[in-house]
């Protein structure tokens, strides 16, 4: 007999028949607390995978690590190629886990050896490295067009075009390899569309190209490379329930102060104009007492125009005819009056512009006809017009004629040793000693001669003609 729960005024008869519902209904309890259990467990697993995905959703990008990008702008010369590998080396310690290069550029003017050694240190970079041409409009032609066959990733953005590539460089002793646009690429240029159909980038994403860096750092997202995997989206749901990408940060290199301004010395119409500037000021100094900021001026030019054109392909025949042409306008800038010499001198300087650089692949250097103008048109204007008035304005006088001058004292403004400048009644002339009888500064003389614009002096004391003898011979 037992006692029923709840019923304890009830008598009930254990039976077998009784145990085994009472058996059957402790296993039923049994299997519900394993459900409890399970459930239990169950919730607690999902529950750890809601807080990992909800930690990772707030993860901010940026918490990631950073992408250089470098900009390869212009043609790549030897401050580009030493900008490119400061960039790797520095990527390697500063923790980026990728570099991407931005390149618009018409060519390189470095030497085959040192554009082989780039591509080299390119492919076999510690960081992966991206080649992205772009944004719209840029252009990557020549050498600077085979980046994109040695870097992990490239890209291009919608409207920019690649190609002019002249024959592949060898590396290891293997050709660089477009795929089948190889052939077509050497002697002409192709858009993101066709690059993309033929297999030149090596670009997993969308077909719509990569506009502007940050598509860039999101088609970087996952690629592997080696051992290391990128990691640079971070991917968050908005109030909406719309996923939101965010990209890690991206770091962006230029080239310092002193790097650019050498890199924009080097370029075609600039290194032109400095170099031929340059010139004109000091042949300019030359005909002026003393040295002015026009002789500081052309000397800066000069030194920049030089590097310049040391850095491009430069025609030697075109540097020593701007020379000789220079020489032909001092000849008639010396006596105020433009004549054959500033014809000849304006000959030699067109043909020496028309034929300043070589072509190289991918660009043939040609100056444009803005910058043609404005060269030939300032050297012009400058001896045909400004130089002659300017020695007239400064070393002669109103009257007609200076022989009146012949016998005036003077006092020296330096030292004239043979040649100096001398300052009589006021005004300063260029002049010389009579024979090599030197003043010094501060030094009483009087005018014995004159040379077109110069003046023959001699000391006071001690002179070898005296001008007393020569107007007395005119008296009689």
Same mark, same amino acid.
């Given at each position: 007999?037992?006692?029923?729960?709840?019923?304890?005024?009830?008598?009930?008869?254990?039976?077998?028949?009784?145990?085994?519902?009472?058996?059957?209904?402790?296993?039923?309890?049994?299997?519900?607390?394993?459900?409890?259990?399970?459930?239990?467990?169950?919730?607690?697993?999902?529950?750890?995978?809601?807080?990992?995905?909800?930690?990772?959703?707030?993860?901010?990008?940026?918490?990631?690590?950073?992408?250089?990008?470098?900009?390869?702008?212009?043609?790549? =010369?030897?401050?580009?190629?030493?900008?490119?590998?400061?960039?790797?080396?520095?990527?390697?310690?500063?923790?980026?886990?990728?570099?991407?290069?931005?390149?618009?550029?018409?060519?390189?003017?470095?030497?085959?050896?040192?554009?082989?050694?780039?591509?080299?240190?390119?492919?076999?970079?510690?960081?992966?490295?991206?080649?992205?041409?772009?944004?719209?409009?840029?252009?990557?032609?020549?050498?600077?067009?085979?980046?994109?066959?040695?870097?992990?990733?490239?890209?291009?953005?919608?409207?920019?075009?690649?190609?002019?590539?002249?024959?592949?460089?060898?590396?290891?002793?293997?050709?660089?390899?477009?795929?089948?646009?190889?052939?077509?690429?050497?002697?002409?240029?192709?858009?993101?569309?066709?690059?993309?159909?033929?297999?030149?980038?090596?670009?997993?994403?969308?077909?719509?190209?990569?506009?502007?860096?940050?598509?860039?750092?999101?088609?970087?997202?996952?690629?592997?490379?080696?051992?290391?995997?990128?990691?640079?989206?971070?991917?968050?749901? =908005?109030?909406?329930?719309?996923?939101?990408?965010?990209?890690?940060?991206?770091?962006?290199?230029?080239?310092?102060?002193?790097?650019?301004?050498?890199?924009?010395?080097?370029?075609?119409?600039?290194?032109?104009?400095?170099?031929?500037?340059?010139?004109?000021?000091?042949?300019?100094?030359?005909?002026?007492?003393?040295?002015?900021?026009?002789?500081?001026?052309?000397?800066?030019?000069?030194?920049?125009?030089?590097?310049?054109?040391?850095?491009?392909?430069?025609?030697?025949?075109?540097?020593?005819?701007?020379?000789?042409?220079?020489?032909?306008?001092?000849?008639?800038?010396?006596?105020?009056?433009?004549?054959?010499?500033?014809?000849?001198?304006?000959?030699?300087?067109?043909?020496?512009?028309?034929?300043?650089?070589?072509?190289?692949?991918?660009?043939?250097?040609?100056?444009?006809?803005?910058?043609?103008?404005?060269?030939?048109?300032?050297?012009?204007?400058?001896?045909?017009?400004?130089?002659?008035?300017?020695?007239?304005?400064?070393?002669?006088?109103?009257?007609?004629?200076?022989?009146?001058?012949?016998?005036?004292?003077?006092?020296?403004?330096?030292?004239?040793?043979?040649?100096?400048?001398?300052?009589?009644?006021?005004?300063?002339?260029?002049?010389?000693?009579?024979?090599?009888?030197?003043?010094?500064?501060?030094?009483?003389?009087?005018?014995?001669?004159?040379?077109?614009?110069?003046?023959?002096?001699?000391?006071?004391?001690?002179?070898?003609?005296?001008?007393?003898?020569?107007?007395?011979?005119?008296?009689?």
């Amino acid at each position: 007999m037992c006692t029923c729960a709840g019923y304890s005024n009830v008598v009930i008869d254990e039976s077998p028949t009784v145990r085994l519902l009472v058996v059957v209904r402790s296993v039923n309890e049994l299997r519900s607390a394993w459900r409890w259990v399970l459930s239990l467990t169950l919730f607690g697993t999902l529950f750890g995978v809601v807080l990992s995905g909800t930690a990772r959703a707030a993860e901010s990008a940026a918490d990631l690590a950073p992408v250089d990008v470098v900009a390869v702008s212009g043609l790549l =010369d030897h401050v580009l190629v030493n900008a490119i590998h400061d960039s790797l080396e520095r990527a390697t310690e500063n923790g980026a886990q990728a570099v991407v290069l931005q390149v618009n550029s018409h060519g390189a003017v470095v030497a085959e050896s040192e554009m082989r050694e780039l591509l080299t240190e390119i492919r076999d970079a510690e960081v992966p490295v991206a080649v992205w041409v772009g944004p719209s409009n840029a252009r990557a032609y020549g050498w600077s067009a085979q980046m994109l066959a040695v870097a992990d990733v490239s890209a291009m953005a919608p409207g920019a075009r690649i190609g002019l590539t002249g024959k592949p460089l060898v590396l290891d002793g293997e050709e660089l390899s477009f795929g089948s646009a190889g052939m077509k690429l050497r002697s002409t240029t192709i858009g993101f569309d066709e690059a993309r159909e033929a297999g030149v980038l090596n670009y997993g994403g969308s077909d719509e190209g990569v506009p502007v860096v940050r598509n860039m750092l999101l088609a970087l997202d996952g690629l592997t490379f080696g051992d290391r995997q990128l990691d640079t989206v971070v991917e968050s749901t =908005d109030a909406n329930g719309q996923v939101v990408r965010d990209a890690t940060t991206a770091r962006f290199f230029k080239l310092d102060v002193l790097g650019q301004l050498m890199h924009t010395a080097a370029s075609p119409p600039v290194a032109y104009l400095l170099f031929a500037f340059g010139l004109a000021l000091l042949l300019f100094e030359m005909f002026t007492a003393g040295v002015g900021i026009a002789g500081v001026v052309g000397a800066v030019f000069t030194v920049l125009g030089s590097y310049g054109l040391a850095e491009l392909p430069t025609r030697p025949i075109a540097v020593a005819l701007i020379l000789l042409a220079m020489l032909a306008f001092a000849v008639d800038v010396q006596v105020g009056v433009p004549r054959l010499w500033t014809g000849v001198g304006l000959v030699m300087f067109v043909a020496a512009s028309f034929a300043m650089y070589r072509p190289i692949d991918g660009s043939n250097l040609r100056l444009s006809w803005i910058t043609l103008i404005s060269g030939v048109a300032s050297i012009a204007l400058a001896f045909i017009v400004g130089m002659p008035s300017m020695v007239r304005t400064r070393f002669a006088t109103p009257t007609i004629g200076r022989e009146w001058m012949v016998g005036l004292e003077g006092q020296a403004v330096g030292a004239v040793d043979p040649e100096g400048t001398v300052s009589v009644k006021g005004a300063k002339w260029r002049a010389r000693t009579n024979r090599a009888t030197p003043l010094n500064a501060g030094e009483s003389c009087r005018v014995v001669g004159i040379d077109g614009v110069t003046l023959e002096v001699e000391p006071l004391e001690g002179g070898a003609r005296d001008y007393r003898e020569m107007r007395k011979g005119k008296d009689h």
